[in-house]
């Protein structure tokens, strides 16, 4: 295949879904790593795609490879995320049996949540202290501490979660993108997320609209698995896919 037919393919492969690896463009192009590597600087070169660690992403996503400490997460996009938490709070009943995710937007979520009857469980250390603080009946996952967020993630905790079946769940996501889905930089974390959303009968993810048209590292659910609370989404193909309640 000539240079230009392959560049013209890997451009119309991210077209359709947002972003792809080294690996699966030599599967798909039958060439070899190093060839398909100077395919993407040459066009990353030209304004064509994002070149990423092992693929690239079209012009339209940008890719989140890190994930920030918990107390910088804090100090981005505040109020967004202070509208965001509020309006959550405000979906729970007291007869609800509720899975609260680690992450900024749902700590600050638990500061709402004063003597309430329903059932809380989460893997947030921060989470269980507050609801614990507010007069709620808690439980907190056993597993493997993440130090960066304060997450207890991993297998045990994936195992420890297969055992509840809850009315409502409130997820963070690291990105949202309408082919990729909700995306997260941790494998474990992933993994998490994505039983909670299994064994939920309604999810909430909570995001502002810095994390719309970003992609993660690992994909934890479909955009049409949950319900997605933010201040603004200006993606209306995402809109068209699921519920999106924007707060004001």
Known sequence: MLTQDRQSKILSILNEQGSVTVSRLTEILSASESTIRRDLT????EGKLNKVHGGATALNQEFVRFEDNIEDKLTKHTDEKIRIAEYAARQIQDDDFVFIDAGTSTLLMTSYLKNSKATFV??????????????C???????????????????????????????????????????????????????????????SFITYILADSSKFDKVSAV??????????????CYNNNIAKRTVVKEVV
């Open 42 to 45: 040459s066009l990353a070169g």
């Open 122 to 135: 989460t893997n947030g250390v921060d989470h269980a202290k507050q609801l614990a603080k507010n007069g």
């Open 137 to 199: 009946n808690t439980i907190v996952l056993g597993g493997l501490l993440k130090q960066s967020t304060e997450a207890i993630i991993g297998l045990v905790a994936a195992t420890n979660l297969q055992k509840y079946s809850f009315t409502k769940a409130f997820i963070g996501t690291n990105g949202i993108s309408e082919k990729q889905g909700f995306t997260t930089p941790d494998t474990e974390e992933a993994m998490l997320k994505a039983v909670a959303i299994e064994r």
């Open 219 to 232: 994909t934890f659910a479909s955009i049409d698995s949950a319900c997605i609370v933010t201040d603004k």
